[in-house]
C-alpha cells in the first residue's frame, strides 16, 4: 500500500492503530512516547504496520492514530452500548467494577480525527492518540445505568487493566478535541432503549 501511494503521488496516509499496542498494565494516561507491549496478534500486527509506515522516511507524510474505545452508533460490540441495552435476554458481563479502566470515545469524534490528520498541512511522520482523555471504570458505567438494567449485568472477579490516553499531543497538533462525553451518551442510549421496550413490550 505504501509503495503504491508512492507511485501514485499521494502525499499523506492516515493509518488506523489501536491503543492495545499499549498493553493495559500502567494506571495512567498513556502518551505516544510511552513504551508499547502488545499481546495477541491484532495489537502485533498493527504496531508492525506502525513500524513499516513510520519507516518511510517522508517519503509519503504519514499520520498513525492510536484510537482508544470506541462508541456509538453502530458499535454494537461497545461495552456502553452493550450495557445500554441490557436485558435478562442479552445479559452483560463486567470484569469487576474498580480496577477495570477504559477511555471510551464516541465514533463521531473518532471521525474528525481522521478527517482533520487527513487534510494537515503537516509534513512528516507522527503517531497520535484519539480518545477522550478521561479515565472510566466499570463502576462509572453501572452507575449510570437504572435498575432494571443493572440486573442484567454479572459482575465478574476484579482484573487489573487500565487504558487512558492522554490526547494533549493530538489537542497541539491538530484542530481537534473530544466533543462528546460518554455520559450524555449513555444516558442517550438507554433512554432509547427504554423507549424501544416500552414499544415492544
Same mark, same amino acid.
Given at each position: 500500500l505504501l509503495v503504491a501511494a508512492q507511485e501514485q503521488g499521494v502525499s499523506r496516509m492516515v493509518f488506523i492503530s489501536t491503543a492495545a499496542v499499549y498493553g493495559d498494565v500502567r494506571r495512567r494516561p498513556l502518551s505516544e512516547k510511552d513504551w508499547t507491549s502488545p499481546s495477541g496478534v491484532y495489537a502485533t500486527s498493527k504496531l508492525a504496520a506502525e513500524e513499516l509506515l513510520l519507516a518511510s522516511h517522508g517519503a509519503v507524510n504519514v499520520d498513525v492514530l492510536r484510537v482508544?474505545?470506541?462508541?456509538?452508533?453502530?458499535?454494537?460490540?461497545?461495552?456502553?452500548? +452493550?450495557?445500554?441495552?441490557?436485558? +435478562?435476554?442479552?445479559?452483560?458481563?463486567?470484569?469487576?467494577?474498580?480496577?477495570?479502566?477504559?477511555?471510551?470515545?464516541?465514533?463521531?469524534?473518532?471521525?474528525?480525527?481522521?478527517?482533520?490528520?487527513?487534510?494537515?498541512?503537516?509534513e512528516g511522520s507522527r503517531v497520535l492518540n484519539v480518545g477522550s482523555g478521561v479515565p472510566t471504570s466499570n463502576r462509572d458505567l453501572l452507575e449510570l445505568l437504572p435498575a432494571a438494567r443493572r440486573a442484567a449485568v454479572d459482575i465478574g472477579p476484579e482484573v487489573e487493566s487500565y487504558s487512558c490516553a492522554d490526547i494533549t499531543r493530538i489537542v497541539q497538533q491538530l484542530p481537534w478535541r473530544p466533543t462528546i462525553s460518554w455520559m450524555s451518551s449513555m444516558r442517550a442510549a438507554v433512554e432509547r432503549e427504554r423507549r424501544h421496550d416500552d414499544d415492544t413490550g
Open positions: 482508544f474505545n470506541v462508541y456509538g452508533p453502530e458499535m454494537s460490540d461497545s461495552l456502553i452500548v +452493550r450495557l445500554a441495552a441490557a436485558s +435478562r435476554a442479552a445479559p452483560v458481563r463486567l470484569t469487576g467494577l474498580d480496577r477495570f479502566v477504559r477511555d471510551y470515545v464516541h465514533v463521531d469524534d473518532v471521525v474528525r480525527a481522521i478527517l482533520a490528520a487527513a487534510t494537515s498541512p503537516f
